[in-house]
């Protein structure tokens, strides 16, 4: 069965917009204007060389499938076309607007634990969160943010407590102090 889309009729606001700049710089790149299928594709193949562990067709069809559905909001593109990081924000925007959002957030979150739960467990401990996110964010944002999904303090974070953050960063449009909105690196400008 197909979703019903919801329109969306107002404007993302300019933290929420803030931290989707953040999003696209770190994942698109600081400098790039737009991104094309192509290049999506090649990122999600850079993770498999990044992460040879993870199931390639499953990353790959969920880097066409995003591309579609998330990124250009369910339309098939022609070869070459560009994607603006303006587009970008507000297609994201209507994406998180979807009744479908919190189940496909909370179906990657899973998906990250998974590979980060090597041994099945059902969380993640302080040092793999930390080599997870090293390589995009300062260890003492990584400490923060850590310490909030740890709301127990027993040193480990949960797929709930993760979903949570991954929620929270693709929808709170007005806690601007929040360590979630760290999740993807410094908040940019």
């Given amino acids: 069965m197909t979703e019903q889309k919801v329109i969306v009729t107002t404007d993302p606001p300019k933290h929420w917009c803030r931290k989707m700049r953040t999003h696209w710089k770190n994942n698109v790149g600081p400098d790039k204007c737009y991104i094309t299928e192509e290049e999506a594709m090649g990122r999600a193949r850079a993770t498999l060389e990044a992460y040879p562990e993870l199931d390639a067709k499953e990353i790959m069809d969920h880097a066409r499938h995003s591309w579609v559905n998330d990124l250009n909001c369910g339309m098939q593109t022609p070869p070459g076309y560009r994607l603006t990081r303006e587009q970008f924000i507000q297609n994201m925007w209507v994406m998180v607007n979807q009744p479908s959002f919190r189940q496909r957030a909370s179906e ?10 090597k041994e099945n467990k059902g969380y993640v401990t302080r040092d793999q969160y930390l080599r997870m996110s090293k390589k995009r964010l300062k260890e003492d944002d990584v400490e923060k943010i850590f310490n909030a999904l740890d709301e127990t303090k027993s040193g480990k ?8 953050a991954h929620i929270f960063f693709f929808t709170d449009t007005t806690d601007e102090g929040h360590p979630f909105n760290l999740l993807t690196g410094p908040l940019v400008d």
């Fill in 157 to 164: 974070i949960t797929c709930e407590a993760m979903e949570k």
């Fill in 108 to 117: 990657m979150t899973a998906k990250v634990i998974k590979h980060l739960d």
